[in-house]
């Protein structure tokens, strides 16, 4: 099986982005976009797509601890239906509910500090989400 895929964190400030390697074995955290505005949001997600020739972006989608859907969560699927309809590209969601604090911890395990590096927090959490897609799809292939 072939991915060319790659896992977003949305936020209002930031844009957290990874990618991984055709087979799906390896998950790296690409680029953190600093969102300015919709058109800069999409020349940036554009450029990252003809570079790595993606075909599936995996949005974290932010559900409530009690599994509804909030505002948040509304947002990323208004961003995420307006990209797939903007980039011609393939969107699925992936459940990402405590991504950023289990990026955290993983830094902090480190000795990485989280209070400077917002956009690593994002990139790391993106990665998460992308694993997670990952492991579905090969569950679903066994």
Not at 16 to 22: K, M, T, W
Not at 26 to 53: C, F, P, Y
Not at 66 to 87: E, I, P, T
Not at 97 to 119: D, F, V
Request: net charge positive.
């Amino acid at each position: 099986m072939q991915y060319a895929a790659l896992g977003l964190d949305v936020g209002r400030k930031r844009i957290g982005v990874a990618g991984c390697d055709r087979l799906g074995i390896t998950v790296h955290g690409i680029t953190t976009i600093i969102r300015k505005s919709w058109q800069d949001d999409m020349a940036e997600l554009r450029s990252l797509i003809l570079e790595r020739n993606i075909d599936t972006l995996v949005i974290g989608l932010p559900y409530n601890m009690d599994g509804s859907l909030g505002y948040q969560a509304k947002q990323v699927q208004k961003f995420a239906n307006g990209a797939a309809k903007h980039l011609g590209i393939t969107v699925e969601f992936v459940d990402e509910r405590l991504t950023s604090y289990e990026a955290e911890e993983m830094m902090r395990s480190q000795g990485i500090s989280t209070r400077e590096n917002k956009a690593m927090i994002d990139r790391k959490a993106a990665a998460i989400i992308l694993q997670q897609w990952l492991a579905i799809k090969q569950q679903a292939i066994m």
